[in-house]
């Protein structure tokens, strides 16, 4: 049946641009170091992204402060000029620590969150450090099932305490 067919091979044809299209964004992805005159912008997507947290540690001033005790260990993802995600790691000298990790849901599961973590995992290696904490919220069952499924795992001997102070 020709239009049958017709409409087979326009399936086709779309199947075929879409992976063309999703191999040209892939190779555009830039992983870089985050810096402060980043702000504004990744502090709009992290106002904007469900499941992230966004408080006063978020400030301009104390992103700042942050950076510079764990200098090159945060990176943002581009894609051409637009910002597509983020995310903060630092270390205290005895374990890592994972933050604001984010990708503009227009552009996930192309494997742009992964390799986010894993640039923040190979600098923590090379300061020597053997763990990476993170927090999840605990109605944020979207983002466990990503760090279950790229290799953390979820700690249930331990409860987290924090005082303001
Ligand atoms: C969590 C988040 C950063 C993932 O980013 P992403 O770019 O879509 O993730 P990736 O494409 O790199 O995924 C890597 C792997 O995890 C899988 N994955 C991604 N999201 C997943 C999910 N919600 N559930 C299960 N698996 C998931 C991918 O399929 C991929 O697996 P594969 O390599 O076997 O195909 C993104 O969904 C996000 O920004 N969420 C909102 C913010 C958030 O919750 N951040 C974490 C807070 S701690």
């Known amino acids: 049946m020709p239009e049958a067919k017709f409409i087979k091979n326009s399936v086709h044809f779309e199947e075929a641009a879409l992976e063309r299209m999703e191999a040209v964004i892939?190779?555009?992805?830039?992983i870089r170091e985050l810096k402060l005159e980043d702000y504004e912008t990744i502090i709009t997507l992290w106002q904007s992204t469900p499941g992230l947290g966004v408080n006063e540690a978020d400030s301009k001033?104390?992103?700042?402060?942050?950076?510079?005790?764990?200098?090159?260990?945060?990176?943002?993802?581009e894609i051409?000029?637009?910002?597509?995600?983020t995310i903060l790691c630092g270390h205290d000298g005895r374990r890592g620590f994972i933050y604001h990790l984010?990708?503009?849901?227009?552009?996930r599961r192309r494997g742009i969150g992964q390799k986010l973590v894993e640039g923040c995992l190979a600098k923590l290696?090379?300061?020597?450090?053997?763990?990476?904490?993170?927090?999840?919220f605990a109605d944020n069952?979207?983002?466990?099932?990503?760090?279950d499924h790229i290799g953390f795992h979820k700690r249930e001997d331990i409860h987290i305490y924090s005082k303001n102070i």
């Open 102 to 107: 984010a990708v503009h849901d227009k552009y």
């Open 141 to 147: 069952s979207q983002g466990m099932d990503f760090w």
């Open 61 to 77: 001033e104390n992103i700042g402060i942050f950076l510079s005790r764990n200098n090159g260990l945060s990176f943002v993802a």
């Open 125 to 136: 290696q090379e300061a020597a450090i053997t763990k990476c904490h993170l927090f999840v």
């Open 80 to 85: 051409g000029n637009e910002l597509v995600g």
């Open 26 to 30: 892939l190779s555009e992805i830039r």
